[in-house]
């Protein structure tokens, strides 16, 4: 009889439990083909991710789909965070969700002012790269070729660092 009890009541808080909390991530879309959001951008975390609150209050951490932003500490990325936010913080943007990473980030491709893709306006400014090895987009490709030609952005450096290797640099330095 307790055990009965017991379970109703663990099932009970199961159910029934706040689902208001401050920081409440939605993780219900793990394998989607590709869904539709519209919400408001509330922080920027860097060139390439930032978290964006839902219609349903539901908070979604994105990572840019296609792309590598210049990490922190590396040039161009606080550049790279200012142009994300003066062109998303604080309005409301279309998020097509491609699919989660191993970090439980939604992978995007964003689009804000109606028409622009920020992946593509990012890469365009010289402000990431694409991300080959995630991405066959040739659009993308183009972008960044004609970015490096014209020296623009990042590619104004004499030798510029992609972000997955400076990532590997750095883990290597750790295990030494």
Request: with cysteine.
């Amino acid at each position: 009889m307790i055990k009965t009890y017991l379970l109703c009541f663990l099932l009970g808080l199961f159910f029934f439990r706040n689902d208001k909390t401050k920081e409440r991530v939605d993780y219900h879309l793990e394998n989607v083909k590709e869904t539709t959001i519209t919400g408001k951008v509330i922080e920027i975390i860097d060139g390439d991710t930032f978290k964006l609150l839902a219609g349903d209050s539901t908070l979604i951490k994105v990572r840019l789909a296609n792309i590598d932003c210049p990490e922190r500490k590396q040039a161009f990325s606080v550049k790279a965070k200012e142009f994300v936010s003066e062109a998303i913080l604080n309005k409301v943007i279309t998020l097509n969700i491609l699919k989660k990473d191993r970090y439980r980030r939604h992978i995007c491709n964003v689009i804000y002012n109606d028409t622009l893709n920020l992946s593509y306006e990012l890469v365009k400014k010289g402000l990431a790269w694409h991300y080959v090895k995630y991405s066959k987009n040739v659009l993308l490709q183009d972008m960044e070729n004609n970015a490096r030609k014209n020296k623009i952005g990042l590619w104004q450096d004499k030798n510029p660092i992609a972000p997955w290797d400076w990532r590997s640099n750095k883990k290597r330095k750790k295990v030494k």
